[in-house]
């Protein structure tokens, strides 16, 4: 086979030649259609005709069954794809693995492209791809472009598309585990019409309500030849194509048919179809013909035929692939870059890109913001996410806190619209205790005035009759405009301007789940969106801070357990385990309230939503904290059934774990609060609050050893959570300012001991600890008392010195880090941790990978891109250049990295790992990730 070559051509396209025979990698589209048009996810690798998976909102309603990455380089070959073409009595199909011949993947921001040329057959074929925007059903656009290199006229037959195509219905779980018995329900409708419509007859629940489906899988295509638009065969039956080769390797009817003939009685139910076309092609010299097909999603067979004859169309198809490319690159554009290195200007708008499809891309209607494009990052590799990208105009999905919040930090600087709205939107969600529920869904909208929504819709609406009630509940703008589009409601003004006055006039809800355990690094990024607002808007960071008094509490049916609740005697140890439980109590509470469910109320629980200010946010975030140190005084305390950052450790928190960074972080939260907080003003706070900071401000007060301050604070905060499980009294308390400002030196005071006993105790910044009981007593009831703790740090992890060096701003850290384990010196970089080998298992995930491979001793370039940008902070100028051009992807050599160099991974194997000819390139995960 012929070697692979990388480049970025003339047209800013990265380039990988004979891409079959380079290493595997995964990457996908972007999954944005515009405001008004409904998304598509697709996911592609570099074999065979690339694309692996495809579908709309989820791999529920996959069109091409999602695969794992390990799978869907086996699959794709086969199962997807495919261009079968017979030209003077040879059969040949572009694009095979073993082929000679060679070929080329070229990658933008937007499509992609496929090459390949065949010399002996005097051929070349063109394979483009992209998503469909700005239309109400998701859809993805191949074109086959077939030209003829010969010096005379040729005869040419073809069949091109997929051999399987999922029906409508038929979700991941079934496609895993039931595909033999859930395809005897399958059904192809519209086939006499040349746009086979694929879904199940019902839906496949083993329940006594039968359900109808609507919604479907389509397929349509057409030629393209001599400038006119000319019709296909469709095949849905793969046996018509495939005989009895079941492998779906070879073709066989094809290639044995004297003349393939498409037969008017295709089988159309009962089995798994296939979405083919077929064309018999005349070309003459140099001359050349196009395939084009779509296939999609829509809500009916009625939209199908409705729109079909539409998207069957050459000019319609190359307005969308303009429509596409002007979408993506003025997305970006808003990250444009004019530097001396091309790699470098293409690599920061992509990255761009790639933070907007995690935090989402706040538009403008008129005074406030909205975001759009957003969700969680599943793809191929990282197959347990469950990622959403919902089909609907103003299209948003699903995310986790943590990930949402980091990519919204400098969103206020591309677009001060954005202004205070991701503080109410983060800080709303941080509970009484501190924690916050990890799954965030899009945003929600209802009018409450019912006049008022009756005015709204009149105004924009010919013929209004009883819409307005569908804008009195909680609902998503984007699912209510498109709503609107399908009955065909006809405006009086426009969709936009309904849109804004909506926005205008809406409360807004941000739905969120629990889902999991608390992250004890959640709260902090907080301080950062913080900074960034500040930033912009300096004369309005006191109003936020101290004038408004519109902040809430969310209201979380789960809670965290007491010690007596969590510690267990396993054999002749103790562990914390299962220390998050579903309270029945709360989600009868919360379950019987009829809006803002999750808004902790007055009267513990019983009386009205409670609002608050945002200082006095902070104030209760920064008690929680102060509660939370281990038993050293060093690190916050993981007691909750998740870490920090680092999610690979895993078992960490059952060891009684803690965290050096978030000691770091909550130092540097209550100086930002201490900076901005007046002598003179007063706050006022839940009396539970004002009371749960009275004791340990006097704690912080006492000169306690380490283990008496973890069990007295522990005890205070177990109590503190006891009184408010169910709400507050709604009975407030004053602070002044002076005194709030005591407290928060007392908890600098704190953090800086913890600090300065882990330099003088392990000599270095060590971010985590293991916690190990050295003595316990159990209670008749089978209760664990812990008496001692035995600290144990585990080996370096950058994560801690990114932090020290964005609070300490120490510069011997450069130098540390430097000489530490964690510098890789054969490739110049830095590894997330050090050697993890004599470490117990029980840490977590990290400590099964391979050294140097994903989660254990990789390239993280997530932190270490953190530890370039601390760097600049502390002002290490000639460091951080001095590391740029062998730290970030685009000065990278694509040879080694094996894919674009335009591209973020989110691991590097280091030279840790054992294979060496793995070291430098992309550890299997190819997330494209922005940091």
Same mark, same amino acid.
């Given at each position: ?11 800013? /396209? ?50 091409? $069954? ?144 039968? $359900? ?93 035929? &409705? ?6 169309? &050459? ?7 303009? $429509? ?35 935090? !989402? ?40 806190? &943590? ?93 936009? /301007? ?40 300096? /004369?309005?960071? !006191? ?53 803002? &469910? ?138 002044? !300012? ?103 298992? /029980? ?39 001095? $590391? ?48």
């Amino acid at each position: 086979m012929l070697k692979p070559k990388y480049y970025i051509s003339k047209a800013d /396209e990265f380039v990988i030649e004979n891409y079959n025979s380079a290493p595997t990698f995964a990457s996908f589209f972007p999954g944005i259609a515009g405001v008004f048009g409904c998304p598509m996810w697709v996911f592609y690798a570099n074999r065979g005709q690339c694309i692996t998976s495809a579908g709309a909102n989820d791999k529920d309603r996959a069109i091409i $069954e999602f695969q794992p990455a390990n799978k869907a380089y086996r699959c794709v070959s086969l199962n997807c794809f495919r261009t079968f073409i017979k030209i003077d009595g040879k059969f040949y199909e572009p694009f095979r693995e073993a082929s000679d011949n060679s070929n080329a993947m070229r990658i933008t921001s937007h499509d992609l492209t496929l090459t390949e040329t065949n010399q002996q057959l005097k051929l070349k074929i063109k394979v483009n791809y992209f998503t469909i925007p700005n239309e109400q059903f998701p859809a993805l656009a191949r074109i086959v472009t077939i030209t003829n290199l010969a010096n005379k006229p040729r005869k040419i037959e073809v069949i091109d598309g997929l051999p399987i195509v999922v029906p409508y219905g038929f979700n991941n779980d079934l496609l895993k585990r039931l595909s033999q018995t859930i395809e005897a329900w399958a059904e192809v409708l519209n086939l006499e019409q040349q746009a086979p419509f694929y879904k199940l007859k019902i839906s496949p629940a083993d329940v006594s309500a039968t $359900e109808l489906i609507d919604k479907g899988n389509f397929f349509v295509s057409f030629c393209h030849l001599n400038g006119q638009d000319q019709p296909t065969n469709a095949i849905v039956e793969p046996a018509l194509v495939f005989g009895q080769n079941s492998s779906l390797e070879i073709p066989e009817n094809f290639v044995s048919a004297k003349t393939f003939n498409v037969t008017a009685n295709q089988q159309t139910q009962g089995f798994t179809p296939s979405a083919f076309a077929y064309k018999s092609l005349s070309l003459l010299a140099n001359d050349s013909a196009e395939l084009c097909s779509i296939i999609g999603q829509v809500d009916s067979l009625k939209e199908l035929n &409705r729109v079909k004859n539409k998207i069957s169309n &050459r000019k319609y198809l190359a307005q969308k692939a303009s $429509e596409n490319r002007s979408l993506i690159h003025e997305i970006c554009g808003m990250m444009s870059t004019n530097s001396a290195i091309r790699s470098f200007d293409l690599y920061s708008s992509q990255t761009f890109l790639d933070n907007v499809m995690r935090g !989402g891309l706040p538009i403008s209607l008129g005074d406030k913001s909205l975001y759009l494009y957003y969700r969680k990052h599943g793809d191929m590799e990282r197959d347990y996410n469950d990622f959403k990208l919902m089909p609907t105009y103003f299209s948003q999905g699903n995310g986790n806190y &943590r990930d949402i919040n980091q990519n919204r930090r400098n969103d206020v600087f591309f677009n001060p619209d954005v202004a205070e709205s991701n503080l109410f939107r983060f800080f709303n969600l941080i509970q009484l205790d501190g924690f916050n529920p990890l799954v965030v869904f899009g945003s929600k909208f209802w009018i409450k005035d019912i006049k008022l929504a009756k005015n709204i819709i009149a105004k924009h609406i010919k013929e209004p009759d009883d819409i307005w009630q569908n804008i009195t509940r909680p609902f998503i703008l984007g699912v209510f405009l498109k709503g609107l589009d399908e009955a065909e409601i006809a405006y009086k003004t426009s969709r936009q /301007e309904l849109a804004r006055d909506l926005i205008a006039s809406a409360d807004m809800e941000e739905s969120s789940v629990h889902q999991e355990g608390f992250w004890i690094d959640h709260s902090f990024y907080n301080t950062d969106l913080l900074e960034s607002f500040e930033a912009v808007y300096p /004369e309005k960071i !006191g109003h936020a801070l101290f004038e408004r008094k519109d902040f809430i509490f969310f209201d979380n049916d789960h809670v965290v357990l007491p010690r007596k609740g969590k510690y267990r005697l396993v054999g002749n140890t103790v562990r914390q385990y299962e220390s998050v439980r579903v309270d029945p109590e709360k989600v009868f509470l919360i379950n019987n309230r009829k809006q803002d &469910r999750h808004v902790v109320r007055k009267n513990f629980g019983q009386g009205k939503p409670y609002y608050t200010s945002l200082i006095a946010k902070l104030l209760t975030i920064i008690a929680n904290k102060a509660a939370s140190f281990d038993a050293q005084g060093i690190g916050l305390e993981m007691e909750a059934d998740k870490p920090d950052w680092y999610d690979a450790l895993n078992g960490l928190p059952a060891l009684f774990g803690s965290s050096l960074s978030e000691t770091l972080e909550l130092k540097r939260l209550a100086k930002y609060i201490d900076q901005h907080l007046p002598d003179k003003v007063t706050i006022d706070l839940p009396i539970e609050i004002k009371n749960f900071i009275n004791k340990i401000s006097h704690q912080l007060g006492q000169t306690l050893d380490p283990f008496s301050y973890w069990d007295t604070t522990y005890a205070i905060k177990e109590a503190f959570r006891q009184q408010v499980r169910l709400g507050i009294s709604g009975e407030e308390a004053k602070i002044t !300012g002076q005194a709030a400002k005591a407290f928060l030196a007392q908890v600098i005071v704190k953090c800086d001991q913890g600090i300065k006993t882990c330099l003088k105790k392990y000599k270095n910044y060590h971010a985590y600890f293991i916690n190990e009981v050295a003595d316990y007593e159990v209670d008749k009831n089978s209760q664990v008392t812990v008496k001692k703790f035995l600290q144990k740090p585990l080996p370096l992890f950058l994560e801690g010195f990114v932090h020290a060096l964005k609070v300490e701003k120490d510069k011997k850290i450069y130098s540390l880090v430097k000489q530490s384990p964690l510098y890789d010196n054969k490739l110049k970089m830095y590894k997330v941790n050090a050697s993890l080998k004599d470490t117990p298992i /029980e840490i977590g995930r990290a400590r099964i990978f391979t050294p140097g491979w994903l989660e254990n001793e990789s390239i993280w370039l997530h932190m270490e891109y953190k530890y370039l940008l601390e760097l600049l902070k502390a002002g290490l100028h000639d460091e951080f250049f001095g $590391e740029l051009k062998q730290v970030l992807v685009p000065f990278m050599d694509p040879k080694k990295y094996k894919r674009s160099i335009l591209e973020n991974s989110s691991f590097i194997a280091s030279s840790a790992h054992p294979n060496k000819e793995k070291h430098g390139r992309l550890c299997g995960q190819a997330v494209r990730r922005g940091s």
